[in-house]
């Protein structure tokens, strides 16, 4: 990075001319290089790389893989700085890029934007507004991952759930479908198998917070202290069926 690496993976992510492979190489190793480096991010975010790896992801034609490997440099690139956290859910309006990849209806992308997600959401530097503005974008296309054929998809999933019914913002937005979700928690915990640990263990913490949202120490809260959630459109969590692998 001293000697111009940003600026090459830049370069390559922007080409047209280059393939994917390379540009899912020059993805990684953002984030390689990013995660957990404080001096990577800084430098990353001054040339322009955060913003690149946006409009990777954000262009119609961009494959899963690639966009997937994209969200991964994204992801450690802005995780654990205020900065880069700060950039792209208000400037390059991080929260709409998340709600038209989870749109796409695709598994692996859906994981990459739920984990980034929730991750946002449980920041040190995470706000009502952010834990609000975030989920109400990809509600309801996370819904159906709850029945994902793929274990890593439900548990992204179930975390990213976790995290939202543990705020005031995240219940506030979630509000309208809670008794849609709630059923549709309850049927998941039912046809679950014993060695099922993880999902059921997650599932019903999160079945337990839902029911005493309104009760007073209830554990329910806002990052910042604060509370309320954005209003959101009435959805249905149960239907669908499982995600497209």
Partial sequence: LKFGGSAVLKNILSSKLLLDDCKCAASIICGELAQNNPTAQAEMLKCGLLDQLAVVCATPDTTSKLCAKSLYGISCIIRGSEDGEMRFCETIAGPTLLKKLMTRGDALCSKRVMFLANALMMSDYSTPHRVSNILSGIIPAMYPYLDSPDIDVRETFLRLLSTAVSTAAGVGTLLPDLPALQDALAAKLASLQ?????????????????????????????????????AVHHHHPAGGGGAAA
């Fill in 194 to 230: 014993k060695d099922d640990v993880f999902e059921r263990e997650q599932i019903e913490d999160i079945l337990l917070k839902i029911r005493n949202e309104d009760e007073p120490g209830s554990g329910v809260h806002s990052p910042t202290g604060g509370a309320g959630g954005a």
